[in-house]
């Protein structure tokens, strides 16, 4: 699972660039699937000013500027080495991928009409990726899931005290990213990922049926799911913020999967999925981490840090 990264400018130019804007050389998305690329952005120097670095040969060295998706690459792949070796190097990589995405929209909200130039966003680095505030917590959940058949569910899933109102409405902000590593067949062209997993977050309604509230529930156009929703892309993003309250009593989160039409998965096949959900008061002084901890704890929850002194938390 590669990591496309693309270039902003670091240095505000008036009347040619301003600061943290797509770098005139750096390419945009989609790809042909739709699937969203870049998936991230950092500093790549722009033009006509680029980044100080060093040149030279055997024998002399000097300072030059210079651009290029050659210098904010390295500063990704940077992020993603320092938060592989923080988090363990057992840690799959659809996991690292998903952090540095949820990350990037979690810190910098993109209007959907640049995402095409700026992917997810720029991450934050690894040490601030792995801190939450008292206000908000993040968590990931690891799992698997065999057929198009099976449908998990996590029920009921705990919203804290501190983002309800008096009339017991939710009010808050969420950020959910789904992860996995699909298998892929190349002789396919586009439509090369091969398993399609969705997550949401929301109710079950009185018809059993379960209702979306994270991603809001859309149309069931195939093109509006693709393009919209990133429907066969193995990363997804999804931004809700409730301001005025959601009336959602017992909250579920569910999972299900799709394979492509003739793709017959092995018998004992398994797909690993990560889904990482970030859930954050709109007040600053709101206990979530700490009454989130407690819930998960009277819910008997199995948990684990996802790295030993700061306040990830894996299920």
């Known amino acids: 699972m590669g990591i496309c990264v693309a270039a902003m400018s670091h240095v505000d130019i008036p009347g040619r660039i301003g600061l943290d804007e797509p770098s005139c050389y750096s390419r945009s998305g989609p790809i042909a699937n739709l699937i969203l690329k870049p998936d991230l952005i950092h500093y790549g120097g722009t033009i006509p000013l680029g980044i100080k670095s060093v040149a030279g040969n055997n024998t002399t060295c000097v300072m030059t500027l210079d651009r290029g998706t ?22 799959p990589r659809y996991i690292i991928k998903g952090m540095l995405a949820h990350s990037a929209k979690l810190h910098h909200e993109i209007d959907n009409d640049y995402r095409a130039y700026f992917g997810w966003g720029k991450p934050q680095e690894a040490d601030e990726i792995l801190y939450c505030d008292e206000n908000e917590i993040t968590v990931i959940f690891e799992g698997e899931i065999a057929s198009n058949r099976e449908v998990i569910h996590k029920l009921p899933f705990p919203i804290v005290p501190s983002m309800r109102l008096p009339n017991g409405k939710v009010k808050g902000e969420f950020f959910m990213t789904v992860a996995y590593d699909p298998p892929v067949d190349p002789d396919r062209a586009f439509e090369y990922c091969l398993v399609n997993i969705e997550a949401g977050l929301g109710e079950v309604k009185e018809d059993g049926t379960f209702s979306n509230k994270i991603p809001a529930e859309r149309s069931g156009f195939e093109y509006e799911l693709i393009g919209g929703r990133y429907k066969w892309s193995p990363i997804k993003v999804y931004h809700k913020k409730i301001s005025q309250g959601l009336n959602v009593e017992d909250w579920k989160l569910q999972i299900k999967m799709m394979t492509r039409d003739g793709f017959i ?10 889904v990482i959900l970030t859930i954050k008061a709109l007040d600053d002084g709101a206990q979530v981490y700490n009454e989130m901890v407690r819930l998960m704890n009277e819910y008997n929850w199995e948990v684990s840090n996802a790295v030993a002194i700061e306040p990830i938390i894996r299920v």
Not at 265 to 272: E, G, I, L, R
């Open 70 to 91: 050659s210098f904010s690459t390295p500063l990704v792949s940077s992020v993603t080495a320092n938060l592989w070796k923080r988090m363990g190097e057992d840690t």
């Open 265 to 274: 998965p092995p018998q004992d096949f398994k797909q690993k999925f990560a």
